[in-house]
C-alpha cells in the first residue's frame, strides 16, 4: 500500500511540473465598437473553450466549468462611491476569485439613481468615455491601473489554477496599453497578450481571453488597464507626458474556468494518505 501511494505522489508531482512545458495559449481577441454585437462573437467562441452551458447557476457557475462576473449583482453599499471588498467573489459571491492592487482598492461603478454611473464620481468626463457590455456596471483598480486576479477553491483560502481568463474591456484606444499577462504556480509567467484597440473613439468595446491546451495552469493574472491611472484632474488623451497622452480604460465582464486545487494540493491530500496507511499498519503489528 505504502508503496503504491508513493508512486501515485510521484506521479501527481511529475505532472505538475511537465504540465507547463511548452505551455500553448488560446488567444480569442476582438476589437469593436460601441455595440456589445461587435464582440460577442468572440467573447461566445471563448465560452465555448472553457465549456460550460449557457445558463448559469449559482454565483455565476456554468455547468460547473467556468464562472463569469458582470458586476451588476454586487449590493449597492460596495459600489461606488465605496470600494469593494477584494474578496467579496470568493467570500460573499464565491467564485474563486480575489483582487489585489497597488493602488487604495477597487471599484464597481453605482447604478443609475444611486450615485452617478460610470466612474462620474471621480470624474464628471467618465461616462462618456466609457461604454459597457452588459448594463450597466463596470470595474477598475483607483489610484493604479494594475489589478491582480488570484484564484481559489471558491469559499476557501485554497490556491487554485485555472486554465483560461478572459475580460471587456472599454475605450481601449492605444496599441499595447491595455494588456493581461498569465503566471504558473510558481510564479513564472506564461505570457504577456495586448488587448486590441476599439473601432471607435470612445465608448468602444475590446475583448481578450486566453485559455492553455495544457488545463489548468494558471494561479493568477496580472490586468494592466490603459497607460494611467484615473483621476479628477486625468481625462481620456490629456498629456501625460513629453510624447504620450492618457489612455483611460476600465473592465466590464470576467470569465474564467472552475478553479481547480492545486498540484502540491493533491501531492498534500496524498501524503496523508500515506501518513494514515504507516500509522495504520503499525497498528495492525501491535495487535
Same mark, same amino acid.
Given at each position: 500500500? /505504502?508503496?503504491? #501511494?508513493?508512486?501515485?505522489?510521484?506521479?501527481?508531482?511529475?505532472?505538475?511540473? %511537465?504540465?507547463?512545458?511548452?505551455?500553448?495559449?488560446?488567444?480569442? !481577441?476582438?476589437?469593436?465598437? !460601441?455595440?456589445?454585437?461587435?464582440? *460577442?462573437?468572440? /467573447?461566445?467562441?471563448? /465560452?465555448?473553450? *472553457? $465549456?460550460?452551458?449557457?445558463?448559469?447557476?449559482?454565483?455565476?457557475? &456554468?455547468? @460547473?466549468?467556468?464562472?463569469?462576473?458582470?458586476?451588476?449583482?454586487?449590493?449597492?453599499?460596495?459600489?461606488?462611491?465605496?470600494? *469593494?471588498?477584494?474578496?467579496?467573489?470568493?467570500?460573499?459571491?464565491?467564485?474563486?476569485?480575489?483582487? *489585489?492592487?497597488?493602488?487604495?482598492?477597487?471599484?464597481?461603478?453605482?447604478?443609475?439613481?444611486?450615485?452617478?454611473?460610470?466612474?462620474?464620481?471621480?470624474?464628471?468626463?467618465?461616462?462618456?468615455?466609457? $461604454?459597457?457590455?452588459?448594463?450597466?456596471?463596470?470595474?477598475?483598480?483607483?489610484?493604479?491601473?494594475?489589478?491582480?486576479?488570484?484564484?481559489?477553491?471558491?469559499?476557501?483560502?485554497?490556491?487554485?489554477?485555472?486554465? @483560461?481568463?478572459?475580460?471587456?474591456?472599454?475605450?481601449?484606444?492605444?496599441? =499595447?496599453?491595455? +494588456?493581461?499577462?498569465?503566471?504558473?504556480?510558481?510564479?513564472?509567467?506564461?505570457?504577456?497578450?495586448?488587448?486590441?484597440?476599439?473601432?471607435?473613439?470612445?465608448?468602444?468595446? !475590446? &475583448?481578450?481571453?486566453?485559455?492553455?491546451?495544457? @488545463?489548468?495552469?494558471?494561479? =493568477?493574472?496580472?490586468?494592466? %488597464?490603459?497607460?494611467?491611472? &484615473?483621476?479628477?484632474?486625468?481625462?481620456?488623451?490629456?498629456?501625460?507626458? !513629453?510624447?504620450?497622452?492618457?489612455?483611460?480604460?476600465?473592465?466590464?465582464?470576467?470569465?474564467?474556468?472552475?478553479?481547480?486545487?492545486?498540484?502540491?494540493?493533491?501531492?498534500? #491530500?496524498?501524503?496523508? #494518505?500515506? #501518513?494514515?496507511?504507516?500509522?495504520?499498519?503499525? /497498528?495492525? +503489528?501491535?495487535?
Amino acid at each position: 500500500m /505504502r508503496a503504491k #501511494l508513493i508512486l501515485i505522489v510521484a506521479s501527481v508531482i511529475s505532472l505538475g511540473l %511537465s504540465s507547463l512545458a511548452g505551455a500553448s495559449p488560446v488567444i480569442r !481577441s476582438v476589437g469593436g465598437d !460601441s455595440t456589445s454585437d461587435s464582440i *460577442l462573437g468572440v /467573447r461566445d467562441q471563448f /465560452r465555448v473553450d *472553457l $465549456g460550460g452551458g449557457a445558463v448559469p447557476g449559482a454565483n455565476g457557475s &456554468f455547468g @460547473g466549468e467556468r464562472f463569469e462576473i458582470n458586476w451588476d449583482g454586487v449590493p449597492d453599499s460596495f459600489s461606488a462611491p465605496n470600494n *469593494l471588498p477584494s474578496d467579496f467573489f470568493n467570500t460573499t459571491s464565491p467564485r474563486g476569485a480575489e483582487f *489585489l492592487t497597488s493602488g487604495t482598492g477597487v471599484q464597481v461603478s453605482a447604478n443609475s439613481g444611486i450615485a452617478p454611473v460610470e466612474f462620474d464620481n471621480i470624474n464628471s468626463t467618465y461616462s462618456s468615455t466609457f $461604454g459597457v457590455f452588459s448594463a450597466q456596471r463596470l470595474f477598475t483598480p483607483l489610484e493604479s491601473n494594475i489589478v491582480d486576479v488570484s484564484f481559489f477553491i471558491p469559499g476557501t483560502s485554497t490556491p487554485a489554477l485555472v486554465s @483560461g481568463f478572459g475580460a471587456i474591456f472599454t475605450d481601449v484606444d492605444l496599441t =499595447h496599453s491595455t +494588456k493581461i499577462e498569465f503566471f504558473d504556480a510558481t510564479n513564472n509567467s506564461l505570457g504577456i497578450f495586448s488587448v486590441p484597440v476599439g473601432t471607435v473613439e470612445s465608448e468602444s468595446l !475590446s &475583448f481578450l481571453g486566453v485559455s492553455f491546451t495544457e @488545463g489548468s495552469i494558471i494561479s =493568477h493574472v496580472q490586468i494592466t %488597464s490603459g497607460n494611467t491611472a &484615473f483621476g479628477a484632474q486625468i481625462n481620456d488623451g490629456t498629456i501625460i507626458g !513629453s510624447d504620450s497622452v492618457a489612455d483611460l480604460v476600465v473592465m466590464d465582464d470576467f470569465i474564467y474556468a472552475a478553479p481547480v486545487p492545486e498540484p502540491e494540493t493533491y501531492v498534500m #491530500l496524498l501524503a496523508g #494518505l500515506l #501518513l494514515l496507511s504507516v500509522v495504520m499498519n503499525r /497498528r495492525k +503489528k501491535n495487535f
